[in-house]
């Protein structure tokens, strides 16, 4: 055989390559918890001023939200987050520079009551902060045909006019990360984190239908809610109309149109609370008035200034002077239908006013519209 077959037949020789040296995530973590530590107090301070601003303009502008939380990001939480490896090699960390790439270091978290409330904060967000990008997880979720809760999430930086003042210059370029949620949404969130599904992949097909099923009741929930303030709205607005136009036998007696028939009737009292409209309403269906038109036909004649100075010797507030005259009216059956009629000072009161009445020579009456029920 020839040399140049031997040669041919002579296995090839292979270089032995250089081992990969594996990535030190402990290390990442370390550091990275060491970093983020010394700056930690900027971020808390941050994610206060962006929650005040944020409470006082929802006041400002009658935003209702059910809360408004603000922390900074926990550093077991952060080290953790460092030490993610890469999505498409887990040999490489998914954030080699931490401290910049991780952006919810400051973060605030809005919980409204409302679906319709989410879009009112959103347009505040907006006005209020220089908003660096925008992450709807609830499109995200849908798209993929997944389940999973439903927020949308803002990176946030103060805008150049409020940088300039002295006290916000130090968050000049300082993130912050704002999600905001109906309260179901939160609701999902917090009990889909304690049973701790991270994938869509993992999870028994059974716990995966009735998860799909909650989400979907939950959904159908939130709308419900803002249905049923939409046309408690819509409601008062009618009853208010229908109460400038006179038509008191179609209002029901709500809260909201005690306040508005009282207006009218007995001029507005700013001084008044709305828990005091709710008892009002209340008394007024225990004494068995159900719409406005018993109401005005029972405290016709009286003259409420009048009727409250013999009472109480001057002039009262707006619900009181309402009382006064329907006990005017009824006389003893307001007494004998009002929920107090078993306690002995509320009985002494109501005489000591029956008997002012009469020295005053007021016509004490008995009316009667012939659906009061007695309620104990």
Not at 30 to 58: G, H, W
Request: charged share 30%.
């Amino acid at each position: 055989m020839s040399e140049a077959s031997q040669s041919q037949l002579a296995p090839a020789v292979i270089e032995p390559s250089t081992p990969r040296k594996e990535f030190d995530f402990e290390l990442q973590r370390q550091k990275a918890v060491d970093s983020f530590a010394k700056v930690r107090p900027l971020y808390e301070d941050f994610s206060t001023v962006v929650r005040n601003i944020l409470r006082e303009t929802f006041e400002r502008k009658g935003i209702k939200s059910h809360s408004i939380e603000a922390r900074a990001k926990s550093l077991e939480s952060f080290g953790q987050k460092a030490m993610s490896p890469s999505e498409t090699d887990i040999n490489v960390p998914k954030y080699p520079d931490p401290l910049k790439q991780i952006t919810d270091l400051a973060g605030v978290r809005v919980i409204t009551f409302f679906p319709k409330t989410l879009e009112e904060v959103d347009k505040n967000i907006k006005e209020q902060f220089r908003v660096i990008e925008t992450v709807d997880h609830t499109k995200s979720l849908h798209e993929a045909e997944q389940f999973g809760y439903q927020s949308v999430h803002y990176l946030v930086q103060l805008k150049a006019d409020r940088i300039k003042l002295p006290e916000y210059q130090k968050f000049d370029e300082v993130i912050a990360e704002i999600q905001i949620r109906t309260v179901l949404q939160h609701a999902w969130a917090e009990i889909e984190h304690d049973i701790q599904y991270k994938s869509n992949v993992t999870i028994p097909e059974e716990i995966r239908r009735r998860f799909m099923a909650l989400a979907g009741m939950l959904e159908i929930a939130d709308r419900e809610f803002q249905a049923i303030q939409d046309d408690d709205l819509s409601l008062r607005v009618q009853a208010r109309q229908l109460m400038n136009e006179g038509n008191f036998e179609k209002v029901e007696i709500t809260p909201d149109a005690v306040k508005s028939y009282l207006d009218r009737k007995l001029g507005p009292d700013d001084r008044m609370a709305e828990f005091s409209y709710d008892w009002t309403a209340r008394l007024l269906r225990q004494l068995g008035f159900t719409n406005f038109r018993q109401v005005d036909e029972c405290i016709k004649g009286y003259d409420d200034d009048r009727v409250s100075r013999i009472m109480y010797d001057n002039r009262q507030g707006q619900l009181t002077r309402f009382e006064s005259v329907l006990i005017a009216s009824m006389g003893p059956k307001f007494f004998e239908q009002h929920p107090w009629k078993r306690l002995a000072w509320f009985k002494n009161s109501m005489q000591e006013r029956f008997n002012r009445l009469k020295e005053a020579g007021i016509t004490i009456g008995s009316y009667n519209h012939g659906s009061a029920a007695n309620h104990e």
